[in-house]
């Protein structure tokens, strides 16, 4: 008896810790950037470790990769602009550690609504590499990934990436999320601690995340995306010296 029931706590144990597929080694995020199209584009799902994965395909007519790229390096610079991007949404931004055509180490700074709440964020952009790997990225294609947290704490809670590749009409925004991803933070540097120790347990990601939070990541991301699709191609024709009639930039 007493065996089966420290068996029966061993087992539960494991399966909070490491979710119910203690082997489960989640999705390759570098299939965002391979040709083709994965089995879910947009959706949301629950991942065996309790990370949840948010996916949303935008595609954008008369857009190429470049200029999503220059959108986020050089244009988007006041709350103005970022109202943009998304009307009813978004409500003020700023830069922290933002240089002129850069983007790696900046995080954008901001105030905007996912689903019915005001969410104040940290969104630190990193290297591509740190959160799907070391692959090529072929001509035509941007990154951007970061690590979003909560504005007026020290902590991450998600990984995500845009993937954006050009396509003969124009280009597709391939969004990628994973919420439950806790780390603390000095500065830009992940720290070990405790919250991060204990927030990566899929118990914890089981009662923290729910569906409705992904769900309402999932259409926030396809609402602004497609915002964006629509003002781009005007907007880069205004502003630099190409034109959405001449897409493909020397």
């Known amino acids: 008896m007493k065996r089966g029931l420290l068996i029966g706590g061993l087992f539960f144990l494991l399966v909070a810790v490491f979710g119910w597929n203690p082997l489960y080694q989640g999705p390759n995020p570098s299939n965002a950037v391979t040709a083709g199209y994965s089995d879910l584009e947009t959706g949301v799902r629950r991942l065996p470790n309790g990370i949840y994965e948010v996916t949303a395909l935008t595609r954008m007519p008369r857009v190429k990769a470049h200029m ?48 019915t709440d005001l969410q104040e964020l940290r969104i630190q952009f990193v290297p591509p590499r740190e959160v799907i790997g070391d692959v090529p990225i072929g001509p035509g294609t941007f990154v951007l990934c970061a690590r979003p947290g909560p504005l007026k704490e020290e902590l991450y809670l998600g990984k995500m990436c845009h993937v954006v590749r050009d396509t003969e009409w124009g280009a597709e925004m391939r969004s990628r999320f994973w919420l439950g991803h806790i780390a603390a933070r000095d500065g830009n540097e992940v720290k070990f601690s405790l919250v991060g120790l204990i927030g990566n347990t899929a118990i914890v990601r089981y009662f923290s995340i729910t569906e409705q939070n992904a769900v309402d990541l999932m259409t926030h991301a396809i609402e602004e995306m497609g915002y964006l699709s629509d003002l781009l191609p005007d907007l880069y024709e205004r502003e630099t010296e190409f034109t959405p009639n001449n897409l493909d930039r020397e």
């Open 68 to 115: 999503i790229e220059w959108w986020i390096k050089d244009f988007l610079q006041t709350t103005e602009h970022y109202k943009w991007w998304h009307p009813t949404a978004h409500v003020w931004m700023d830069w922290e550690n933002k240089t002129p055509g850069e983007i790696i180490g900046a995080s954008h700074l901001v105030h905007e609504y996912i689903g």
